[in-house]
């Protein structure tokens, strides 16, 4: 089993920034992929962005070039920091772990960025 640990979500004003963290603990492997998905009100949830062990990373197109995905292997965490930050980035941000076609959620962190 892997327990995951999110923290950082807030309220923001347009234009700043925010970094959420998500530490992963239990059984970890050294081959995993983790990553960071967002579910709006009334929408789906949807790809953020992805690391995959060592550093192949993979954005949505929407906040290509304002969010960074990164992790720290040897403390089983996965960061994302989120610049020009915008109202349209408001959701519940979930991190995502996957490892020998298993898959864990976060319980979830809310960001809401208003105008």
């Known amino acids: 089993q892997v327990q995951l640990v999110e923290s950082g979500g807030g309220l923001v004003q347009a234009g700043g920034s925010l970094r959420l963290s998500c530490a992963a603990s239990?059984?970890?492997?050294?081959?995993?992929?983790m990553g960071w998905y967002r579910q709006a009100p009334g929408k789906q949830r949807d790809l953020v962005a992805t690391?995959?062990?060592?550093?192949?990373?993979n954005y949505a197109d929407s906040v290509k070039g304002r969010f960074t995905i990164s992790r720290d292997s040897a403390k089983n965490t996965v960061y994302l920091q989120m610049n020009s930050l915008k109202p349209e980035d408001t959701a519940v941000y979930y991190c995502?772990?996957?490892?020998?076609?298993?898959?864990?959620w976060g319980q979830g962190t809310q960001v809401t960025v208003s105008s």
């Open positions: 995502k772990f996957s490892q020998r076609s298993r898959k864990y």
């Open positions: 239990g059984s970890i492997f050294s081959i995993n992929a």
């Open positions: 690391i995959t062990a060592p550093s192949s990373t």
